[in-house]
């Protein structure tokens, strides 16, 4: 772990980390906001990422929604990196209370938090829109179980459609409430993997009131000059530790 982040992980009480879509890609999860996807996106499906994953999108071309998210949103195979090892073991020694992430992977409890608000809700989480029969990933991923590859619910015959915000959608309130109290209590925020320019999420950093803030990103983020440390790296390498 770098030294200078060691020393102020030391010297907390009560660390909140919150994380993007950098933390994910350690485990080999494509940004799908990253230029190589949105070319990806256009030449395939003719159209942006965030169109395909937006909420009248979803309304009118559920087939190509469900191609595009299938394909491009959910890797059954992803296992938790060091980044996610890291803030485990702090959770476990008492200093982690509480992660924050944009992220829909489910990884950071794969490895092993308890305290995650998902802003953005997850894939390991699906319910019928009509009678909210709730459903796995492998319900979603099974073709036995769609209808052109759209997954319909075997209660009821509905669409299944994923537990994620889309765009257009509001972000969970009692979420982003818990992620505000958690942020607020912390005297150390360390936001990892994110450049903080998806809002409402990226404003939530204004909440944090304590003694350390510590930003580690591959780029500059308009928040930077805030901080007490900004490491320019990749988070996994900064924040592995030696169990």
């Known amino acids: 772990m770098d030294k200078r982040l060691k020393e102020i992980i030391d010297n907390s009480e009560y660390i909140v980390f919150f994380g993007g879509a950098g933390v994910s890609t350690e485990s080999n999860i494509p940004d799908f906001r990253s230029s190589q996807g949105l070319f990806k996106a256009r030449k395939e499906y003719g159209a942006s990422p965030e169109e395909i994953l937006s909420h009248s999108y979803f309304m009118r071309n559920r087939e190509t929604f469900f191609d595009y998210y299938k394909k491009n949103l959910i890797y059954r195979d992803a296992k938790p990196n060091k980044a996610h090892e890291a803030l485990s073991y702090l959770e476990?020694?008492?200093?982690?209370?509480?992660?924050?992430?944009?992220?829909?992977?489910?990884?950071h409890q794969m490895a092993g938090n308890t305290k995650v608000y998902e802003l953005h809700g997850s894939?390991?989480?699906?319910?019928?829109?009509?009678?909210?029969?709730?459903?796995?990933?492998?319900?979603?991923?099974?073709?036995?179980?769609?209808?052109?590859?759209?997954?319909?619910?075997?209660?009821?015959?509905?669409?299944?459609?994923?537990?994620?915000?889309?765009?257009?959608?509001?972000?969970d309130m009692d979420v982003m409430g818990g992620a505000v109290r958690e942020i607020s209590k912390a005297d150390t925020l360390i936001v990892g993997g994110t450049?903080?320019?998806?809002?409402?999420?990226?404003?939530?950093?204004?909440?944090?009131?304590?003694?350390?803030?510590v930003?580690?990103?591959?780029?500059?983020?308009?928040y930077d000059q805030n901080a007490d440390?900004?490491?320019?790296?990749?988070?996994?390498?900064?924040?592995e530790i030696d169990l």
Request: glycine share 8%.
């Open 92 to 107: 476990k020694i008492g200093k982690l209370k509480a992660i924050v992430t944009q992220n829909i992977d489910g990884l």
């Open 123 to 171: 894939v390991l989480r699906n319910y019928c829109m009509k009678c909210n029969t709730k459903y796995d990933v492998d319900f979603v991923m099974s073709e036995g179980n769609c209808r052109r590859g759209v997954p319909i619910c075997s209660k009821c015959g509905s669409v299944v459609r994923p537990d994620v915000v889309l765009y257009e959608e509001s972000l």
């Open 195 to 213: 450049s903080l320019v998806v809002y409402p999420a990226a404003g939530l950093i204004r909440y944090f009131r304590g003694k350390h803030l």
């Open 215 to 222: 930003l580690i990103n591959k780029d500059k983020t308009p």
């Open 229 to 239: 440390l900004v490491i320019n790296e990749f988070i996994g390498k900064v924040m």
